[in-house]
């Protein structure tokens, strides 16, 4: 008899709930967190360099990471006002692990795209009825 799979936790360092949290995983995050890398950007910066972003989802998503200590953001006293975020130290420290991803994506994208095609066609395919099942 095969031994018995242990379900996935991260309970003992509540590392569920700051995975969730941190929805590192989020396009808009890792996408706000790749731009910053290059250095301090002010609230519209990062809005045009990201194709599809509403002013919402980029506040939305700066909050969250502030509130998880990964961008600061700095209010600069000009006229008009102007805010910055950058990334702390803690957000840098995600480059490896970000440039990784970007890197496995590029380098498998053909396969994703192919698997993808032949999901959809079987999935139209059953979708569609057949002329014979009438």
């Known amino acids: 008899m095969p031994p018995k799979e242990t379900p996935i936790s991260l309970a003992p360092c509540q590392g569920r709930e700051l995975l969730a949290d941190l929805q590192v995983t989020d396009k808009w995050v ?7 890398l290059k250095g301090p950007l002010r ?5 045009r360099s ?14 969250g990471l502030e509130r998880n200590g990964m961008v600061n953001r700095r209010v600069n006293d ?20 970000l440039q990784a991803l970007f890197d496995w994506i590029r380098l498998h994208q053909a396969e ?23």
Not at 30 to 36: A, E, P, R, S, V
Not at 43 to 47: A, Q, S, T, V
């Open 78 to 97: 000009t006229a008009p006002v102007t805010v910055e975020y950058s990334l702390t130290p803690l957000g840098k420290s995600f480059e490896i692990p």
């Open 50 to 63: 990201i194709e599809g972003i509403s002013q919402k989802m980029l506040a939305h998503n700066l909050r």
């Open 112 to 134: 994703l795209l192919h698997a993808q095609g032949n999901f959809d066609a079987q999935q139209h395919d059953v979708a569609r009825p057949s002329v014979h099942s009438r």
């Open 30 to 36: 890792t996408l706000i967190i790749y731009g910053l």
């Open 43 to 47: 609230f519209n910066e990062i809005r």
